[in-house]
């Protein structure tokens, strides 16, 4: 397999509506050894992608802030097995749903799928067996927003004109999906949500403003930004969604980004609303691949890197077959059993829209892919599994 793939495999995708543009780096060594761009950036006005593409990066998001908060814990104000009613003395004293009215797959897809109207008003619900930690949000094993229950709550919030603070209040009030620690899944918002405010308590700033003083500043990350300019938004990928063979403009709508998170002015995202250029965060991604540091500047200390992808649950749960969380990344431990063409070790994450990057220790491997498209499955993408095929497909050759 040589480099010349990518292009074709890319650009089929773009001929064939799959797509509507994208872009990839690849850095092994810390060195560039692939950068690739396709399509357009805006199908409507044949704008070709370009390195001022802005992407919303959704739940690569997640990978962002788990970075910010650990930190704080490398730098002693902070520890894993913090609880976090420490800090919001709200969670303490949590319930457990214990409603089979919300148990299995068949429940889930009444609710789900064929939009039954669920009872969430006189849930069972049992006293949790601890409280959550810190620890418990970044490996996805806090029963947060991880069930039927949880999503449905979270679904019908009103939360338009909310803060970080607000909001995660009334996360405070939602009984868990299970009991902390003693199963895994996907915490949509509550999750990394939770950790920016408790990143925004410990250092008394706002986490928007926190990231950019401590992340995308000294990284030079120039448009990656939780809030983004009208000028940002004028360079953005708009949102496309695959109708009939046919790539249809869907910006704006209950798919777009606002639409899922119903978030006001004042919310910051910190769990999927990170906006930027491939490149910009194709520069964070080769700081965790270079153990902490880019260009002089370190971010991290080399063992909080490697605590990302070696720590984990207090029991080791696994999100999918030979898949399992470490911190704020999902970690490849067993790749033939999860399907996967990465090497074991491999981590990194995804967002809704497309994007998608990992990183490989033993090949000392950085990549970091870009498009915007609706319904391609976040983690699940055939277009992000495609691009690790690629590249452990090149990298293995040489």
Not at 107 to 125: C, M, R, S, W
Not at 322 to 334: A, H, I, N, S
Request: hydrophobic share 35%.
């Amino acid at each position: 397999m040589n480099m010349d793939q990518i292009d074709e495999v890319m650009m089929r995708y773009v001929e064939n509506e799959e797509m509507p543009g994208g872009e990839l780096f690849i850095h092994q060594n810390d060195q560039e050894i692939y950068h690739g761009m396709w399509g357009y950036s805006n199908l409507e006005t044949k704008t070709p992608v370009s390195d001022d593409t802005v992407y919303c990066m959704c739940s690569m998001s997640k990978v962002l802030t788990a970075v910010g908060f650990l930190k704080l814990v490398e730098q002693g104000k902070a520890g894993l097995d913090d609880e976090v009613k420490k800090y919001i003395p709200a969670f303490a004293n949590q319930r457990v749903v214990s409603d089979e009215r919300f148990d299995g797959e068949e429940n889930f897809a009444k609710y789900f799928i064929k939009g039954e109207k669920a009872p969430l008003n006189d849930v069972k619900t049992v006293a949790a067996d601890r409280s959550i930690t810190v620890r418990d949000l970044l490996t996805h094993s806090s029963g947060l927003e991880m069930g039927a229950f949880g999503m449905l709550c979270r679904m019908t919030m009103k939360c338009e004109d909310e803060t970080l603070e607000t909001r995660c209040e009334k996360f405070a009030r939602m009984p868990l999906d299970f009991q902390p620690g003693t199963a895994t899944g996907y915490s949509p918002t509550a999750g990394m949500d939770l950790i920016a405010r408790l990143t925004e308590i410990i250092t008394g700033e706002d986490f928007a403003s926190y990231m950019k003083r401590e992340i995308f500043d000294p990284l030079k990350m120039k448009d990656m930004t939780f809030h983004p300019t009208k000028e940002q938004l004028k360079r953005r990928m708009p949102l496309y969604k695959r109708v009939e063979g046919k790539l249809v403009n869907v910006t704006g709508t209950a798919c777009d980004l606002d639409g899922m998170i119903s978030g006001g002015p004042r919310y910051t995202s910190a769990a999927g609303g990170a906006y930027g250029r491939v490149s910009d965060y194709d520069r964070f991604t080769r700081m965790l691949a270079n153990g902490g540091t880019l260009n002089g500047v370190r971010i991290l200390k080399p063992e909080t890197v490697r605590m990302m992808y070696t720590e984990r649950a207090y029991r080791h749960l696994e999100a999918e077959p030979g898949m399992e969380w470490g911190l704020g990344v999902r970690v490849r431990q067993e790749p033939e059993r999860a399907v996967s063409f990465a090497v074991k070790g491999t981590y990194g994450w995804s967002g809704a829209f497309g994007t998608h990057m990992f990183i490989c220790p033993d090949r000392h491997l950085a990549v970091t892919f870009g498009t915007n498209r609706e319904d391609l499955g976040g983690s699940g993408s055939y277009i992000s599994r495609k691009v690790e095929e690629l590249v452990f497909g090149i990298v293995d050759c040489y």
